[in-house]
């Protein structure tokens, strides 16, 4: 799934983990003075649908471009998408 907010590009992936036990992964890119950047975004929990996983991920990736923390039950890792 794919959104824009405030000039970034937000990907969102979600992929069944186990009966209704679904993972998050979100990659925010953006250009920064003609420069492609881009920030990948995973967290360890895992969602009951894919629905849920979505929306967090949406938040998740809010939160990070608003150049909030994001909130304290999730990690951040450089993993690739």
């Known amino acids: 799934m794919n959104h824009t907010y405030k ?3 937000i ?6 983990l186990r009966p209704a036990r679904w993972n998050l992964r979100v990659k925010v890119a953006w ?3 003609g420069i492609n950047k881009q920030k990948p975004l995973t967290t360890r929990q ?3 649908n894919y629905d849920e996983a979505i929306t967090h ?3 998740l990736a809010k939160h990070w471009i ?3 923390t994001a ?8 993993e690739p998408l």
């Not at 304290?72 to 450089?78: S, T, V």
């Open 66 to 68: 608003d150049g909030k």
């Open 71 to 78: 909130p304290a039950e999730h990690e951040e890792y450089n």
């Open 57 to 59: 991920g949406l938040l």
């Open 7 to 9: 000039g970034h590009e």
């Open 31 to 33: 250009t920064d003075y």
């Open 46 to 48: 895992s969602f009951n």
């Open 11 to 16: 990907t969102i992936k979600s992929a069944e």
